[in-house]
C-alpha cells in the first residue's frame, strides 16, 4: 500500500491496539472534524503514520490517483470530484486541544476554524493548493493574536 493512499500497515499488535485506543479516545473529534469537513474530506481518522505532523491527507484504497487526475486534465478530460481522508495524528498536541474543544462542547465554536486550520496545513504540506486562501490566512493571523494575548 503507498503513503500517499488507504490505510498505512501497522507493525504488530501493540500498534494496532494502540490505534484501536486512540479511534475510541478521539471518537468524539473524529465525528465532529468530519462533519465540520464534510464538504472537504470523505472521512477522518486516526493516522498510525504521522510522528511530527498534525494531520496528513491520503487517497482512500480504492480512488483514482493524482496521476490519473494528471492524465485527465491533460487530454481535457474533465476531473471527477475526489474527497480524501484526513489522518490525525493523536500522539500531536493539537489533537489533545481538539479533544479538550469537543468535550468542553466547543461553546466557543473554533472547532470548525480548527478544522479548516488543520485541513489547510495537510493540503500545504503536499504542495496543493488551498481552496479558500483568504479564509485560511485570516484563520492564522486570528490565531496569531489570540496567543499573543
Known amino acids: 500500500v503507498a ?9 504488530g499488535e501493540a500498534e494496532k491496539q494502540k490505534r484501536e485506543d486512540a479511534e475510541r479516545e478521539y471518537r ?11 464538504g472537504a474530506v470523505a472521512s477522518v481518522r486516526v493516522s498510525s503514520r504521522l510522528k511530527e505532523s498534525p494531520a496528513v ?28 481522508v484526513l489522518e490525525l495524528n493523536a500522539d500531536h498536541p493539537l489533537a489533545a486541544r481538539l479533544k479538550s474543544l ?19 496545513q ?17 484563520l492564522v493571523s486570528d490565531l496569531m493574536l489570540a496567543s499573543s494575548k
Not at 102 to 113: E, H, I, N, P, Q
Open 122 to 138: 495537510a493540503l500545504l504540506a503536499e504542495g496543493s493548493p488551498l481552496p479558500d486562501a483568504p479564509r485560511f490566512s485570516k
Open 28 to 38: 468524539g473529534v473524529l465525528e465532529k472534524l468530519e462533519t465540520e469537513l464534510s
Open 57 to 84: 491527507l491520503v487517497d482512500d484504497v480504492d480512488a483514482h490517483g493524482i496521476h490519473y487526475e494528471r492524465m485527465l486534465r491533460q487530454t481535457g478530460r474533465p476531473v471527477p470530484p475526489r474527497k480524501r
Open 102 to 120: 469537543v468535550d468542553a462542547g466547543d461553546a466557543s465554536g473554533k472547532l470548525k476554524d480548527w478544522g479548516d486550520l488543520l485541513y489547510g
Open 3 to 11: 503513503l500517499e493512499r488507504g490505510v498505512a500497515q501497522v507493525a
